[in-house]
């Protein structure tokens, strides 16, 4: 009988000593390139120091606030206004509850990283684990800059709106750090006009920030065009956008004049018109990215704000969001075949949410590699609700069959939260077992040095390359 391994131990989704030895050798001592997150740059800029455990590991967690709500939690001690310690404490009593979900993972992975913990968190060890943990975040070297270098972070891209002042990138831009920050341009409200009065109010923002009356969607693109130079003189590398579906209409630049002309009035328009505005907004978007040599990221297959009672009591992304099953070959072929036609596409991450449709997204990345990068069209690493190790297996088993395994850009965050990096740890693990484990049975060579150098690709170099950072 084997011997049992220990929870967290070295071995750690460890299978055999040749994924031991790879993980150890060659992924466990990479720095980080998370050029996708929600972080707040008025954080990172002001070097924030937590004021306790609570606000470090809670604040904006809707990974959390989900499970917390599943397990009988009162909403007050989740978002609301009840104290810190006994928001934690309730969190407390809900770790135990989530074995077998990656939250139980990711927990005491945070707690061992960041803070030397080994403790299990249940309601017996909360106060002690958060007395330790909020006395160490008091100090100098635990405000958020310091996190971030505990965990080797050398990049970050945050996700940033295009009237975004990027008053905080500028500071620290000129700041002494060693740490990277980087915008990311993400115009969702550019082309969310299923609300006019709100789609109206957002263009005065837009029309404030660029110095461009918006009046007609050909306003509108110069607009985010101005913005768009504005974001790359900061260093911005790409630009993310969050879809149900990526839309496509052969009408849709022949009618986004006329659609424009009728939101901006104030009419409330019908699903054929949104969908061919949005489709207008964004191929022209594209066409900008591709210009800029930028990367063109999409998240699809997300079906947001689903509890309309919790939504109305306290906004969006607050853990009411799930998988959706939405029509994605079709319109994404339509979509990118249109750029592609004009030698106008720029490198693409394709982010599927939708576990059934994995071969689908890999296909279609491949059909439009055309030789100009490696990797240029890339399938996204495990997202959201897929970010566990078997939606990461099957990720990174799908790639491997139908792509090129070895030009992944690897793991991101998508977080809101600064105790959320050992997510790369986790994801390095769950490659270099899934590498060993090929070498073990025979089909991949027994070749430390060329496995070594993709598993070092795939976690930082592929990355740093794609990116240009």
């Not at 109010?201 to 461009?212: D, F, M, V």
């Amino acid at each position: 009988m084997s011997k049992r391994k220990v929870f967290l131990g070295d071995d750690f989704l460890l299978d055999n000593e040749t994924s031991y030895q790879l993980y150890h050798q060659y992924a466990s001592s990479l720095p980080i390139i998370d050029y996708h997150n929600h972080l707040s740059p008025k954080d990172i800029a002001e070097n924030r120091k937590f004021d306790n455990l609570t606000d470090a590991w809670l604040e904006g967690d809707h990974y959390k606030w989900r499970a917390m709500r599943a397990n009988g939690v009162a909403e007050k001690y989740i978002t609301g206004n009840a104290p810190p310690m006994e928001k934690f404490r309730e969190w407390s009593k809900t770790v135990p509850a989530t074995l077998r979900n990656p939250l139980y993972h990711w927990t005491h992975l945070e707690l061992k990283n960041y803070f030397d913990i080994t403790l299990f968190l249940d309601e017996s060890t909360a106060s002690e684990v958060y007395a330790q943990a909020s006395s160490l975040l008091h100090r100098e070297e635990f405000r958020v800059q310091g996190l971030l270098d505990r965990m080797k972070v050398k990049v970050v891209c945050t996700t940033d709106d295009p009237v975004d002042s990027l008053q905080h990138h500028i500071a620290f831009a000129s700041s002494d750090s060693k740490l990277k920050m980087y915008p990311s341009f993400r115009p969702d409200k550019a082309y969310a006009v299923d609300s006019p009065p709100d789609y109206n109010q957002y263009l005065e923002r837009l029309s404030s920030a660029s110095g461009i009356p918006v009046t007609s969607f050909e306003n509108l693109i110069d607009a985010l065009s101005n913005r768009i130079a504005f974001f790359n003189q900061l260093g911005c590398r790409s630009a993310d956008h969050g879809l149900e579906h990526i839309p496509f209409d052969d009408d849709a630049l022949k009618n986004a004049s006329a659609i424009f002309k009728k939101v901006h009035g104030g009419k409330l328009l019908d699903y054929g018109e949104r969908n061919q505005f949005k489709s207008a907004v964004l191929l022209c978007l594209c066409r900008e990215y591709h210009k800029a040599g930028w990367v063109q990221q999409f998240h699809l297959g997300g079906l947001r704000n689903n509890s309309t009672r919790m939504i109305k009591k306290l906004g969006p992304d607050t853990g009411f969001d799930s998988i959706g099953d939405f029509q994605q070959a079709l319109p994404l072929s339509k979509f990118l075949n249109h750029l592609d036609h004009t030698n106008q596409l720029a490198k693409t991450i394709l982010y599927n949410l939708q576990p059934s449709q994995n071969e689908v997204f890999a296909t279609m990345a491949g059909n439009f590699n055309d030789g100009s990068a490696p990797g240029k069209m890339q399938v996204g690493s495990a997202w959201w609700f897929l970010d566990q190790k078997d939606g990461m297996e099957k990720q990174l088993n799908t790639l491997s069959n139908m792509g090129l395994l070895s030009r992944f850009v690897g793991m991101v965050t998508d977080s809101r939260s600064f105790l959320s990096f050992p997510r790369h740890e986790y994801f390095r693990r769950i490659l270099c077992n899934l590498i060993g484990k090929d070498v073990e049975r025979g089909e991949l060579p027994d070749h430390q040095p060329l496995l070594g150098a993709m598993i070092q690709a795939i976690g930082f170099y592929n990355a740093k390359e794609y990116f240009k950072f």
